[in-house]
């Protein structure tokens, strides 16, 4: 099992270049979700699908879409890229309320 | 929403003692409460957690324990082994939505 498959790794764009993230796990879990990290700042929950068909925003949504495109994947779309987005991501899964297995995580820099 | 606060920020230990991380949360609904460790580079990854019905949970030589009254938990980690060094993240929340703390970094000295 690959448990949480995301690409891109690294990723570096300029100031409003646009760019999907993608995750797809392959657990059967029924939750996923977007996370960024930041230094001194934890993770931080960006958007979360509690089951196929829906999402929910989670802590810092703004400037961020999601698509739960079926029970396997959900992507992150950055419309609008700015420098305050520069992060690390880390999308992951639950099949029990909470209990997380995360990706490897995406670098992303904005410049 | 709620927020957890975790203290200390850094942490070094010498191996073989003892390592202590604790966590305070605001909202009185949080009922979960999992510790993520995080090696250099790495995802996190579930190290042990409780439920806010059960005060204190124990694996090997890592016991989490929980004070719903206070609103505080802990991490505990003895005799540390220099493969205890990374990061460390509490979490609580009710339902769908964790908060994070802002991270532990453990150093164990050999």
């Known amino acids: 099992n690959a448990g949480v498959t995301q690409t891109p790794k690294f990723q570096v764009l300029k100031t409003g270049q646009s760019m999907t993230l993608q995750c797809a796990q392959d657990m059967n879990h029924n939750s996923m979700y977007w996370y960024r990290q930041d230094p001194g700042m934890g993770l931080r929950l960006i958007y979360y699908s509690a089951s196929e068909g829906t999402t929910d925003k989670g802590e810092v949504p703004n400037g961020y879409n999601v698509s739960r495109l079926n029970k396997r994947e959900f992507s992150l779309r950055l419309e609008s890229a700015a420098p305050s987005q520069t992060s690390v991501y880390f999308c992951?899964?639950?099949?029990?309320?909470?209990?997380?297995?995360f990706g490897a995580g995406s670098r992303l820099t904005v410049l | 929403g709620e927020n957890v606060e975790q203290h200390p920020s850094t942490l070094s230990v010498q191996e073989g003692d003892s390592a202590v991380i604790k966590c305070t949360y605001s909202?009185?609904?949080?009922?979960?409460f999992p510790w993520y460790k995080q090696e250099l580079g790495k995802r996190p990854q579930l190290i042990i957690d409780?439920?806010?019905?059960?005060g204190e949970k124990k694996d090997q030589r890592i016991a989490v324990t929980l004070n719903k009254t206070a609103k505080h938990f802990s991490l505990h980690i003895t005799e540390t082994q220099p493969e205890d060094s990374a990061v460390y993240f509490c979490?609580?929340?009710?339902?769908?939505?964790?908060?994070f703390g802002a991270g532990t970094t453990v150093t164990v000295r050999a």
């Open positions: 909202d009185s609904a949080s009922n979960y």
């Open positions: 979490a609580a929340g009710p339902d769908y939505k964790l908060s």
């Open positions: 992951a899964s639950s099949l029990s309320i909470l209990v997380l297995t």
């Open positions: 409780i439920r806010s019905n059960v």
